[in-house]
């Protein structure tokens, strides 16, 4: 399974600049534990956040943690959040703690011990900053929009100046993350192969289905090819 | 999108006794923003996490917010994590905060600021409790690899008494819970659903493949009835 014991779990130091550096650049993104595989290559880190629909974002609220799912998008070496003015959560002015996690397979041992579920998964550790600059603000929004679907924000009606107004939209940089990668089939114990019990991998993918117009369009309005050739299985 | 303008965001009280009580019960457990629509169904939160394939869990660490994909199962009113006992993100002793997130459709609005996302949203609030009996720990870990595949803890070898010595097994309540609901097409404005733009919304779901034998499988061992039937597409 995604097992905790798999985990980095001590706190570093604080981390360089984002840029070309390589990635796991603090103890607290350095994997101590487990099997699976830690990716050094940035390239990995931005497809896996290119795939991913939608991330966890952790804060601290109170002194308790607290696990948001959200939107995200990504320009270069930063990821942008976004979220209502009036939204608590995205006030902390603290660190915070953004996970994107894509399943790919469940991993069947002979034991229940050695169960697994392969994935990559993506952490990245650091203090947003809210953007003022309209022009990023905007910048940020559209990655958002276009992390659903691309090409989309090209498509639609862009913010008007008052729903501008009434986001928040946060940067963080990808200068602390980690990528976490495992795959194959199960690594049983020596003696357990001998077992007449079935292992190997159950694949797992996210697809989606045929477009389904609002009810309200407007006859005669097509699916656009940006949205029937997106993310097609 | 699964924006954060949606969250609940305020510190509420201590949670009451889980076991039949309505959900919501706390400040924090109750949405203050968005039309998504909140759930007060404790069935619904068990039907949402009985699907999950796995958690996102928040703990602090040294008082930064660490968010780790993990796996998790359900008994009754009790999520039981586990991870190895030298696993210090486990070792807090605090609060964690536990989210299960399952996407099934992009919202694609006229206007770049309506789009979301369709989701079944679970989070946990609660101080985990480190479980020391046996009988316990047995049913927890059993609860864990159902999880992944129903039918699979009486086909496998259980663990050894070294292997559950490895195991730290953790309760937490579903006392403090919230259910979050998105649904149907894009809520645009008025005035924009006479624009000349594709409106509706892509399903997403999760699908199981073909099951990939162990290179090691010896031969002679089918697929066994509980994967085959197990999360058919």
Known sequence: MLSTTETADARGPQAPDAGSAPLSPTDRTRLRRGRHKQRADRAELYALLDEGLFCHLGVVVDGAPRVLPTAYGRVGDTLYLHGSTGARSLDTGGEVCVAVTLVDGLVLARSAFHHSVNHRSAVVYGRPRVV?????????????????APGRWDAVRVPTRKEMAATRVLALSLAEASVKVRTGPPVDDEEDLALDV???????????????????????IGVPRHIAEHRSP
Chains 1, 2 share one sequence.
């Open 132 to 148: 003022d600059d309209e022009d990023e603000r905007t910048a940020g929004l559209r990655a958002l929009t276009e992390q659903v």
């Open 198 to 220: 079935w292992a190997g991998v159950v694949p797992v993918r996210s697809v989606f289905g045929e477009p389904e117009p609002d009810p309200l369009l407007r006859e005669g």
